[in-house]
């Protein structure tokens, strides 16, 4: 059993819902990447995403796009970023998923890259711009790697299409929850419920809700229907708010704690409300308990 | 063989390297071309519209004083720079607006570089009825000042684009970006042969307009075909139109033109094929220019509708079967084409189709006067004017 595996089957016995928290390497430096990923695990992060920057990266907002320029010019590379995989494993006892676009991969050679950051101890690798009849390739060299390819399932995948990136991923099924590019919205979209239903009914995979989720309350929402939930450019941008200042892992802590709180444990209203989006006085008020001083809420679209 | 496959793919190029989210877009759009494609009413319309409304056929001009100048091979010059909004890109625009109009999608977004293509969808749009927005990188909208303008009275609204190195590249991130958030209602009008599967296919269909006349024209001007046809190629897509129609005859030679920017040497250049390696960019793979770990260098040009670090797939193929070569043309062997064509033929040509005019001209000096060559002019020049006075050293009041 992967470690991913693993990771899901020991939450799901507990009725616990994962935190999937994303940084991106090297932003502002691969130093300082170290003790976030370490803060990230120890303040409740259950799988951690690491970003590879990318010049081109078609698939993220705006807050993600400024992270990957900070990091590539602070001389972040695939190659380096795997190093650092290596040696923060002693470290970092959960799932680290390397999320990089392709070309880095295919520059970094297919089955090189496989072997590298499986003996580098990363447990999965997510493709954004890999869709599953152009993943064989890699597919071929990760899977014998002991690397989980995880897949998406978008709100525009077909039922057919559906089924088969159920069946291709490996350690769990991303969803992305909207039609868009990564970044905080103010309201998690309708029919996210029904989406996650279909994708049951031909998986028993465990299933992964992303894009979008920026505040504890939407992420106790996506909790209620999801086996994790994974949060990106909100975390993203608490780094960039913090960077340079002495309290940027604290701060990057506190957030990720108040995001995986809802997630260990259960309650059963506040799907329906944030779905709704809710009164915004109350969710102002929900808003700031629940954060606390951890962070500011981003704005929609940053 | 017929190209590309089912699943889009030249050999190893081209395919649909694209977010899940636009996979069932992407398809749904394949379908809808190929439904397209075999419906006659479609055709037909599509057929009147370059006739009637783009100013097809365009000639197929034969330069005598240039050919003088040069002192060898005969250079023949497809004139696309006649067409409706002055280049070419208005035969892939009116193909793409009328199945954009036919899958009933209210709104088109669109890339431009030199803005001829936006340009083309504006005006497009316009034709229609469609609403249209046009990303554009600043770096381009303060190089085509005139496009602009042209793209805003038309009733299309101009996106600016401040990401990377703000231009073709970053305006066609911008505009996926936006297709990807409004996919059910928009329609991606992309306008080279490039990105996802069926972009490279659909954009050469609507272009291969310019190599069919072309052929045609050649038998009856010059009584054969020419020996060698000769085009500009950013992404390809005036290129891919004028060449596909030659590659099943064995004996014309087919020579795509690459920007050279400053010299390849210097590093500020455009030629993905001459200096690139294979990768992925913007849905397909194809040769690309880029560093050792993979990420997408910065084209240098001083023809903005060739300042892209990409190739679109199927010339890559052609290449690697050794169909097609490509050379590359400095900015400043650009500049004299420029001059030369203007001074000895009156025609001011796109910097773009500058490029395959300067190495008409090279490639004439050293061909026997018997020889023929083919010129792919892909677009006229009032929209450089600024560009070329700045990079002679003149002013415009």
């Not at chain 2, 330069?63 to 010059?77: F, V």
């Amino acid at each position: 059993m992967s470690r991913l595996e693993a990771t899901f089957t020991r939450l799901r016995a507990r009725g616990e819902r994962a935190l999937v928290a994303y940084l991106m390497a090297g932003d502002p430096s691969l130093a300082e990447t170290r003790p976030l990923v370490v803060e990230a695990e120890r303040r409740g992060a259950d799988v951690i995403e690491l970003g590879v920057p990318f010049s081109d990266p078609l698939a993220d907002g705006p807050v993600i796009q400024r992270a990957g320029t900070r990091a590539l010019a602070a001389g972040t590379s695939l190659a380096r970023v795997l190093e650092m995989v290596s040696t923060l494993r002693a470290q970092v006892h959960v799932p680290l998923v390397v999320m990089t676009y392709y070309n880095p991969v295919l520059a970094f050679g297919l089955k090189s890259f496989a072997r590298t950051a499986a003996d580098a101890g990363a447990d999965g690798v997510i493709v954004p711009d890999l869709p599953w009849e152009e993943c064989e390739p890699l597919r071929a060299e990760t899977e014998p790697a002991g690397l989980d390819m995880i897949q998406f399932v978008a709100p525009t995948s077909t039922p057919t299409r559906v089924k088969t990136i159920a069946r291709l991923s490996r350690g769990f099924i991303y969803v992305v929850s909207l039609t868009g590019v990564t970044g905080a919205r103010r309201e998690l979209p309708k029919d996210l419920d029904a989406q996650i239903r279909t994708l049951r009914l031909v998986t028993t995979k465990p299933v992964c809700v992303g894009f979008g989720v920026s505040t504890p309350e939407q992420v106790a929402a996506v909790g209620q229907i999801a086996d994790g939930v994974a949060v990106g450019s909100a975390i993203v941008r608490t780094i960039e708010e913090h960077t340079g200042t002495a309290a940027l892992v604290d701060r990057v802590g506190d957030f990720i704690a108040a995001l995986k709180q809802p997630l260990r444990v259960s309650s059963s209203a506040g799907f329906a409300r944030a779905i709704e989006g809710g009164g915004t006085e109350e969710r102002a008020a929900r808003r700031a308990t629940t954060v606390g001083r951890g962070a500011k809420p981003p704005s929609e679209e940053d | 063989m017929r190209l590309p496959d089912a699943r889009g793919h030249f050999g190893r190029f081209g395919g649909r390297f694209v977010p899940e989210t636009l996979m069932a877009p992407l398809i749904e759009l394949e379908k809808a071309y190929l439904a397209a494609r075999r419906d006659r009413t479609f055709q037909a319309r599509f057929a009147s519209l370059l006739a009637d409304y783009a100013g097809r056929p365009t000639p197929l001009y034969f330069a005598a004083r240039l050919t003088e100048h040069c002192g060898g091979a005969r250079i023949w010059l497809k004139r696309e720079d006649l067409c409706h909004t002055g280049a070419h890109k208005i035969n892939n625009v009116l193909g793409q607006a009328l199945l954009a109009a036919r899958m009933k999608k209210p709104r088109l977004i669109a890339e431009t570089g030199a803005g001829q293509h936006g340009v083309a969808t504006a005006t497009a749009a316009a034709l229609l009825g469609l609403e249209c927005e046009v990303y554009m990188g600043t770096e381009d909208i303060e190089r085509q000042a005139l496009n602009v303008f042209r793209m805003r009275l038309l009733g299309a609204k101009v996106i600016p684009v401040e990401s990377g190195s703000r231009t073709l590249k970053d305006a066609v991130n911008e505009a996926l970006r936006d297709w990807v958030t409004n996919v059910r209602t928009t329609y991606y009008l992309l306008g080279s042969a490039l990105g996802p599967h069926p972009y490279p296919m659909m954009v050469r269909d609507f272009h291969t307009v310019i190599g069919k006349e072309a052929r045609a024209q050649a038998r009856r001007a010059i009584g054969r075909l020419p020996d060698v046809v000769v085009a500009c190629v950013g992404g390809g897509s005036n290129a891919i139109g004028l060449f596909h129609p030659f590659i099943a005859d064995r004996r014309v030679g087919i020579v795509g033109v690459e920007p050279g920017g400053s010299g390849i040497a210097s590093g500020k250049h455009g030629a993905s094929m001459t200096a690139g390696a294979v990768g992925v960019l913007h849905g397909s793979m194809s040769y690309l220019l880029q560093s050792d770990d993979g990420q997408v260098a910065v084209a240098h040009s001083i023809s903005a509708g060739l300042d892209y670090p990409g190739v679109g797939p199927e010339h890559a193929y052609y290449r690697d079967a050794g169909r097609f070569t490509f050379v590359s043309i400095t900015d400043e062997e650009a500049l004299e084409g420029f001059q030369a064509l203007t001074r000895l033929e009156g025609i001011m040509p796109a910097l773009e189709s500058a490029h395959a005019v300067a190495h008409a001209m090279r490639l004439a000096k050293t061909l026997p006067k018997r020889k023929t060559i083919v010129v792919g002019l892909s677009g006229r020049g009032d929209k450089d004017v600024h560009v070329v006075a700045k990079a002679l050293g003149m002013e415009i009041a």
